[in-house]
Nanobody, 124 residues
Framework: QVQLVQSGGGLVQAGGSLRLSCAAS????????MGWFRQAPGKEREFVGC????????SYADSVKGRFTVSRDNNKNTVYLHMNSLKPEDTAVYYC?????????????????WGQGTQVTVSS
């Protein structure tokens, strides 16, 4: 069982930056691939980015590529989502997720554990 606790988020002006954190319980954090997803009101949950257990592989949605970066610190059992050049269309509830294994995937249903979600609001 893995518990994920998110922090960060809030209100920021367009063009600004935010960092989200997701702290995991357990001693096998490096064996989990981690993903970030977001869900805007009235829309389906969508993939943002993901990172392999070692941190050596990442993947991003086209909508955030070049602006967002996923990183992890396995010594702290924490994964981060660094968001730069934020746009109003980035406004959503952001979720971190974990899946056992080394393959990174963009499909929400393939993730086993989820954080509680955190609101990110970007004003124009």
């Amino acid at each position: 069982q893995v518990q994920l606790v998110q922090s960060g988020g809030g209100l920021v002006q367009a063009g600004g930056s935010l960092r989200l954190s997701c702290a995991a319980s357990g001693r096998t954090f490096s064996s989990y691939a981690m993903g970030w997803f977001r869900q805007a009101p009235g829309k389906e949950r969508e993939f943002v980015g993901c990172i392999s257990g070692s941190g050596g592989s990442t993947s991003y949605a086209d909508s955030v590529k070049g602006r967002f970066t996923v990183s992890r610190d396995n010594n702290k059992n924490t994964v981060y989502l660094h968001m730069n050049s934020l746009k109003p269309e980035d406004t959503a509830v952001y979720y971190c997720a974990a899946r056992s294994g080394y393959i990174i995937v963009a499909t929400p249903i393939l993730y086993d554990y989820w954080g509680q979600g955190t609101q990110v609001t970007v004003s124009s």
